[in-house]
Nanobody, 128 residues
C-alpha cells in the first residue's frame, strides 16, 4: 500500500523557520514527482512547489520562492519542506503529495487534481 506520512508542523513566530517531512512507504519516491500544497478554509489547495522525478525541473509558487525549499532524502525515502522567513499569511494546513508522471506536470505548475497520493496534512501556524 502506497502511503505518505507527514511529520513536523506547529506554532512558529514570524520570521522563523520550520521543516515539514513526508515519509513514503510502499513505493520509492525518487522516481515520482513530489510536491507540497497548502490549504486554508474556503480556498482551494494551492501548490507551493514540486520536484520532477525524471529531471532537475522544479516549480515554486512566487510567494514562497526563495523562502521555501523542497528536497528529497533518498536514503530515508523522505521528502522535506524547509520554510524560512515565515509570515502570518503562511498559516495553513500543509500537505505532501506524489505522483508517477512526466515533466508536463511541472510545466503546468503541479495542479492538485493530478496527484494520486497525499499525506494526512499538518497545521502550521505563524503567530507572535
Amino acid at each position: 500500500q502506497l502511503r505518505l506520512v507527514q511529520s513536523g508542523g506547529g506554532l512558529v513566530q514570524p520570521g522563523g523557520s520550520l521543516t515539514l517531512s513526508c515519509a513514503a512507504s510502499g513505493f520509492t519516491q525518487t522516481g515520482y514527482i513530489v510536491a507540497w500544497f497548502r490549504q486554508v478554509p474556503g480556498k482551494e489547495r494551492e501548490a507551493l512547489g514540486c520536484l520532477s522525478g525524471r529531471s532537475d525541473r522544479t516549480y515554486y509558487l512566487d510567494s514562497v520562492k526563495g523562502r521555501f525549499t523542497i528536497s528529497r532524502d533518498n536514503a530515508k525515502n523522505m521528502v522535506h519542506l524547509q520554510m524560512n522567513n515565515l509570515k502570518s499569511e503562511d498559516t495553513s494546513v500543509y500537505y505532501c503529495a506524489a505522483m508517477d508522471a512526466g515533466d508536463s506536470i511541472i510545466q503546468r505548475m503541479c495542479p492538485m487534481r493530478d496527484f494520486d497520493y497525499w499525506g494526512q496534512g499538518t497545521q502550521v501556524t505563524v503567530s507572535a
